[in-house]
């Protein structure tokens, strides 16, 4: 499909578009953003890095993977947004490193959605007990924008509904419990190549486009 036609489905509900280019040349970036794309997502902290410094400066540069604490400190000069905060010492090491450079780093709060065992995030539960904790209130540069989730990857489309509309409620819910005077909390990253339109029915305000814009990738 082409980038226009993503571009024209997105419009109605105002949902952002993050192009997945993990694993994509430069070019290929660089292809997009001349096409008007600004926003490029990526999961490897070294990735990010190496393809922040040889493309414009005025991409705005979203890691979605798995993100290592280690890594942290790589990104954070210039990341605009991490979708992937999986766990409170992420979410505290984020806070150190950005205090270090005066920065406030926003970020989502990944759930656990999926019927699968290999996808990180938080629980409900888990989540709470971060925001009504003493050392969340003393992070002073993180500021968390929404949540993000992943479906199961399956055929079942009553399935991956119910996962998007649990997403979405746990939104609702930490967004009257704690965030109703955050008007910055805002942001719902669900949806992908294969699911997305499920996705924006139900609420995503950001999706995230890999091999529809890209093709697919090959893993070595
Ligand atoms: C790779 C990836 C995507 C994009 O997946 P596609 O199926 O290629 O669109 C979206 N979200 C996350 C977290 C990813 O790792």
């Not at 922040?52 to 005025?58: N, V």
């Amino acid at each position: 499909m082409m980038y226009q036609d993503i571009i024209e489905q997105l419009k109605p509900t105002d949902t952002q578009l993050v192009a997945v280019s993990k694993t994509k040349p430069i070019e290929q970036i660089q292809e997009l953003y001349d096409q008007g794309q600004r926003i490029f997502g990526e999961s490897k902290a070294q990735e990010l890095v190496d393809k922040y410094e040889a493309l414009p400066k005025d991409i705005q540069w979203h890691m979605i993977g798995h993100l290592q604490r280690n890594k942290v400190k790589y990104i954070a000069p210039f990341i605009d947004l991490i979708h992937s905060v999986d766990s409170p010492r992420l979410l505290k090491e984020i806070n150190k490193q950005a205090a270090n450079i005066d920065r406030v780093i926003d970020v989502l709060l990944q759930f656990h959605i999926a019927d699968e065992d290999s996808k990180y995030g938080f629980t409900f539960d888990q989540a709470k007990e971060l925001l009504y904790s003493e050392a969340f209130a003393q992070m002073k540069n993180v500021r968390i924008v929404g949540v993000m989730g992943m479906a199961t990857f399956t055929e079942d489309e009553a399935q991956v509904r119910r996962e998007f509309q649990q997403l979405k409620q746990i939104f609702d819910e930490l967004k009257g419990m704690h965030f109703a005077d955050a008007p910055s909390f805002r942001e719902i990253s669900m949806g992908m190549s294969g699911d997305y339109p499920l996705a924006i029915e139900e609420g995503s305000t950001m999706v995230r486009i890999g091999t529809l814009l890209f093709g697919a990738r090959n893993y070595a």
